[in-house]
Each structure stands twice: as structure tokens, then as C-alpha cells.
């Protein structure tokens, strides 16, 4: 169950950890402290829908497609590689100050609508939870426990970010910090990659 929880794990918080506009949003609420615990329970049940979603079609597709199991993980290392190489070359160049300035207070309906907005109108979303997150899943023989892991990283992940903003804000304000972090992706990307084409 480890084998596969631990991957899952890391894959959905390399893949979560990219600035975007979720997230800034996240942390932007962090900062002021408003509506903190509903904007990040409302991130994390969205990338557990999705993630299940994915998790759940990718195996009943690939138990009724043979090949298409191996399309996909091949599909999914070159996807990865290209990944990690935007994050190496991120890294590289010099990674991104998130800017957590904004608007004035707002209500809650008012938040968590923007969040929907920014969660479920993001193709990328889909790409990362239910196509990469799925069609990896598939790889390992305890499908159920590797979504349980990506699900929890994300639930974490929020969660640390709306309630840790003010203690990491500091620290991320700094290029430097970005390129650390964008380093650290592109190896996991790579490593994850590695794996899938060694399979």
C-alpha cells in the first residue's frame, strides 16, 4: 500500500506546488485571514472529485483496453519530462515572485465562487488531476491507495498554505526560493518519468 501511496503522494504535490492562480488566490486569503478554512476545504474536495474521477476511468479503462495502459504511461513519462524541463528551465532562469497583493475584503459566497471559477475553468486542473494523476494511477498495483495519496497531499497542501501563508510569504517573496522550489519539481518530474519507462 506504501508503494503506491507514497508515489501518489508526491506526484499530486509536485504537481500542486506550480504558482497559479489558485493558489494565489489561497494564499492571498491566508495573508488577510479571511474565510481560510472554507476556501482551502473547497480546494482540496475539488482535487478529491477530480482525482477520483481520474483514478476511478483510467483503471476501468485500462482492464477494458490492454494497450492502452501502455500508451498512457509512456504518454504520461513524456508528459512528465516536459514538465520537469519547463521547471528546470524555470529554475534556471529565475522563478517567479507571487505577487499576494489584491482587492479588498470579500464575502464568503463571493470567495468560494471565484474559487470554483478559478479551479473548474482551468484546463490545467483537468490535465494534472483527472488525465496525468488517472492515467498514472494505473501503473501501480494499489490504485485506490495511490489517489488516497495524492488526494491527502493536496488536502495538505491547502490547508498548510491558507493557514502557513503568513510564516512562508516572507520566504517566498524571494526569486531565489522559486528556483529552489521550481529545481525540486523538475527532479521529482524526472524521477517519476524514470520509473514509468523502467516499468
Given at each position: 500500500?506504501?508503494?503506491?501511496?507514497?508515489?501518489?503522494?508526491?506526484?499530486?504535490?509536485?504537481?500542486?506546488?506550480?504558482?497559479?492562480?489558485?493558489?494565489?488566490?489561497?494564499?492571498?486569503?491566508?495573508?488577510?485571514?479571511?474565510?481560510?478554512?472554507?476556501?482551502?476545504?473547497t480546494c482540496g474536495l475539488s482535487d478529491a472529485?477530480?482525482?477520483?474521477?481520474?483514478?476511478?476511468?483510467?483503471?476501468?479503462?485500462?482492464?477494458?483496453?490492454?494497450?492502452?495502459?501502455?500508451?498512457?504511461?509512456?504518454?504520461?513519462?513524456?508528459?512528465?519530462?516536459?514538465?520537469?524541463?519547463?521547471?528546470?528551465?524555470?529554475?534556471?532562469?529565475?522563478?517567479?515572485?507571487?505577487?499576494?497583493?489584491?482587492?479588498?475584503?470579500?464575502?464568503?459566497?463571493?470567495?468560494?465562487?471565484?474559487?470554483?471559477?478559478?479551479?473548474?475553468?482551468?484546463?490545467?486542473?483537468?490535465?494534472?488531476?483527472?488525465?496525468?494523476?488517472?492515467?498514472?494511477?494505473?501503473?501501480?498495483?494499489?490504485r485506490l491507495a495511490f489517489g488516497a495519496g495524492?488526494?491527502?497531499?493536496?488536502?495538505?497542501?491547502?490547508?498548510?498554505?491558507?493557514?502557513?501563508a503568513r510564516l512562508v510569504t516572507p520566504f517566498?517573496?524571494?526569486?531565489?526560493?522559486?528556483?529552489?522550489?521550481?529545481?525540486?519539481?523538475?527532479?521529482?518530474?524526472?524521477?517519476?518519468?524514470?520509473?514509468?519507462?523502467?516499468?
Amino acid at each position: 500500500m506504501l508503494s503506491s501511496f507514497l508515489p501518489g503522494f508526491l506526484l499530486s504535490l509536485t504537481l500542486i506546488l506550480a504558482i497559479g492562480a489558485q493558489n494565489a488566490f489561497v494564499l492571498r486569503q491566508g495573508l488577510r485571514r479571511e474565510h481560510v478554512f472554507w476556501v482551502c476545504l473547497t480546494c482540496g474536495l475539488s482535487d478529491a472529485i477530480l482525482i477520483a474521477a481520474g483514478v476511478a476511468g483510467f483503471g476501468a479503462l485500462a482492464k477494458a483496453v490492454p494497450w492502452f495502459e501502455t500508451v498512457m504511461r509512456y504518454g504520461g513519462a513524456a508528459f512528465l519530462i516536459w514538465y520537469g524541463w519547463l521547471n528546470a528551465r524555470s529554475a534556471w532562469r529565475g522563478g517567479a515572485v507571487l505577487d499576494t497583493g489584491g482587492a479588498a475584503t470579500q464575502s464568503l459566497s463571493k470567495a468560494i465562487l471565484t474559487l470554483l471559477a478559478l479551479t473548474w475553468l482551468n484546463p490545467h486542473v483537468y490535465l494534472d488531476t483527472v488525465v496525468l494523476i488517472g492515467s498514472i494511477s494505473a501503473q501501480y498495483p494499489d490504485r485506490l491507495a495511490f489517489g488516497a495519496g495524492a488526494v491527502l497531499a493536496s488536502v495538505v497542501f491547502f490547508f498548510t498554505l491558507g493557514f502557513g501563508a503568513r510564516l512562508v510569504t516572507p520566504f517566498f517573496a524571494k526569486p531565489v526560493s522559486w528556483q529552489v522550489l521550481d529545481g525540486i519539481i523538475a527532479l521529482t518530474m524526472w524521477g517519476i518519468a524514470a520509473k514509468l519507462l523502467m516499468t
